[in-house]
């Protein structure tokens, strides 16, 4: 995996846009605050440290057995060790080289009366319950200590956090109140904070009375994280841990409540000197995965989920300097709902996302959820798939161009000119892609909670397809749940077709006096490039008459995507007309979703 940050040549740049439609410019705008914004660190793809290996849960091979051109996959928490084993031996398999870890949140609770934790509906938590320190519970024990302290503190706002996470002593920054409780298989930690996020350096809650909030964290006895890590090792392959998950605001569950984000920094402040402390060295651990999900508009900047986002980078350029934080944030590109973008107004987001200090931003493809399409500019008037039909502001006869402001491939693209134009004005930032294993509904679905269903390889390709050469990598949401679904599952699909050529893009280019045609993509040795217009078809055989870089270095490009290119005369073709664009291996294997390519005179 290519972990560099290079920049893409205007040049190229400008022949890209030569053969494609540009969506109509947006007509607002907004200046989000800047942030200081540092270099990620460049270091070369980690190896797997053995070949085999083998523990309580088996014996596990490390190799590449069917590389894909999606390289990494979000996982869910898993109580069984084993389980992970399995999922990363799977991911490596198919040439994943990236885990990105679904976290947990940070919650605002009360307490009864006799000092036990709410849940949401009111009753005890039994999660907190057994949390008792010398015959009084969590709450009460430390009510008790600051009271000790001066008589007057008391305990303004109560939080919990549940994790299968262990920490250490940089945890805490005052042990005289804070510290862990041991409560048989579960270890609780308490933390006493200042309630606008700041640390109090002296630990001095003797001086005046003060209202402070309490964060009580239900962690493990073991550490998921250090396990992870290893394994990661193992394999060969990076780790992007959660960081917790911002409170909600109850008017509007897509923004982050401002009110407890003075405690959420301190919790994340903690976490990430625990992990400076033990894991601030380790190339495993590739970043911190932020999990609160924002939609890409052009109004971004007013979002206050935006504030925690700046907070949080800031923290993670004190404690893990160098590890980057990664979003995905959503698309929608939706006419008939009334907070659907078009593609300008989705670049002015992802600007704002730079200058809040966000290091990659992998933005859903949204085609699995149904609210962007997968189609080229000529496909604008054909009828919508028929997955896409039941969701809200499609239609069961709607057409691309009715339903959707643009494709995917048109907001990866817009995305792709606004980073270049923040790489130029110094900010330092990754564009990858999240494409979406899964379709809108499924019978039966794939995940416990939901409609969602299985989707196919052929859907997959044509997702990878689409998000062009404008990205650095590719990652999908994801393994648990999505790639292993139904009969055959993604990953049994994968396995038997990993080799069908994927081409993503294709721009004219002239070699020496010769005019003719570069297309990009994946598992192009031995092709044969097929283009069909108005005038005919042109078959070439790459290694006959043309040449192949298996390895172009020279561009940002994901893992796997190599450039060919053929001789072709283009003044054959008449001006403004479409041209699609074939790759076939000796295999026969083709590539499902042809090039749609359009030379502008």
């Keep these: 995996m290519r972990w560099l940050f290079l920049v893409v040549g205007a040049a190229i740049l400008a022949v890209i846009a030569a053969v494609i439609i540009v969506l109509p410019d947006s007509a607002e705008k907004t200046a989000p605050t800047a942030v200081a914004s540092t270099p990620v660190k460049t270091t070369a793809a980690p190896t797997p440290a053995v070949s085999e290996f083998t523990d309580d849960c088996g014996t596990f091979d490390t190799g590449e057995k069917a590389p894909y051109a999606v390289t990494g996959y979000w996982i869910t928490p898993k109580s069984n060790p084993c389980t992970w084993r399995k999922q990363l031996q799977e991911i490596h398999r198919v040439g994943g080289d990236t885990i990105i870890r679904i976290g947990y949140g940070l919650q605002f609770r009360t307490v009864t009366d006799t000092g036990q934790i709410k849940a949401k509906d009111g009753s005890v938590d039994s999660l907190y319950k057994g949390c008792v320190e010398n015959g009084m519970t969590c709450y009460d024990a430390a009510l008790h200590d600051l009271q000790q302290a001066h008589p007057d503190n008391r305990i303004g706002r109560m939080y919990v956090y549940r994790t299968d996470e262990s920490f250490g002593p940089d945890l805490f920054r005052c042990p005289q109140i804070e510290h862990p409780i041991v409560a048989g298989k579960r270890i609780y930690y308490r933390l006493i904070t200042q309630a606008d996020g700041s640390d109090d350096a002296t630990c001095d809650f003797s001086g005046k009375p003060g209202s402070y909030d309490m964060i009580l964290v239900a962690g493990s006895e073991t550490d998921s994280l250090t396990k992870l890590l290893d394994l990661a090792d193992q394999f060969g392959m ?44 380790r190339d495993a651990l590739g970043g911190v995965y932020q999990p609160f999900e924002v939609q890409m508009s052009a109004t971004l900047a007013t979002n206050p989920t935006l504030e925690v986002y700046a907070d949080q980078h800031m923290i993670v350029e004190q404690e893990l300097s160098g590890k980057p934080i990664l979003i995905s944030p959503y698309l929608d590109a939706r006419k008939e709902v009334a907070f659907g973008q078009t593609p300008k107004q989705v670049a002015e987001g992802f600007k704002a996302l730079v200058k809040a200090g966000v290091g990659i931003i992998a933005p859903q493809d949204s085609r699995g959820t149904g609210k962007v399409g997968l189609f080229w500019p000529d496909e604008r008037d054909d009828e919508v798939d028929e997955r896409l039909r039941s969701v809200r502001g499609v239609g069961e006869e709607a057409t691309y161009g009715d339903a959707y402001h643009g ?107 010769q005019d003719g045609v570069e297309v990009r993509g994946y598992n192009l040795k031995n092709s044969t490039i097929t283009l069909t217009w108005s005038g005919g078809t042109k078959e070439m055989v790459v290694s006959a008459v043309g040449w192949l870089d298996e390895d172009p270095f020279e561009e940002e490009l994901p893992e796997g995507m190599a450039t060919a290119w053929v001789p072709f005369d283009w003044s054959q073709v008449p001006g403004g007309e479409w041209v699609r664009i074939g790759v076939k291996v000796p295999s026969g294997q083709s590539a499902t979703e042809p090039l749609h390519v359009r030379i502008v005179t």
């Design 238 to 281: 990076r780790v992007f841990p959660a960081l917790p998950l911002a409170p909600r605001d109850a008017k509007s569950q897509i923004r982050a409540e401002k009110r407890h984000l003075g405690t959420l920094t301190t919790l994340t402040r903690r976490i990430l000197q625990d992990y400076g402390a033990r894991f601030g060295e």
């Design 407 to 513: 494709s995917t491939r048109d907001y990866y693209r817009e995305m792709a000119a606004a980073r270049q134009e923040m790489i130029d004005s110094g900010y330092h930032v990754q564009l990858w892609a999240n494409v979406e294993a899964f379709e809108p509904s499924g019978d039966p679905p794939c995940a416990p909670q939901g409609t969602r269903g299985k989707t196919d390889k052929k859907r997959l390709d044509q997702a990878v397809t689409m998000a062009g050469r404008y990205v650095q990598k590719i990652v999908s949401y994801m393994w648990s749940d999505f790639m292993t679904c139904g009969r055959p599952s993604l990953e049994e699909e994968i396995a038997k077709d990993w080799g069908r050529p994927i081409a993503v893009d294709a721009i004219r280019r002239p070699r020496d006096v």
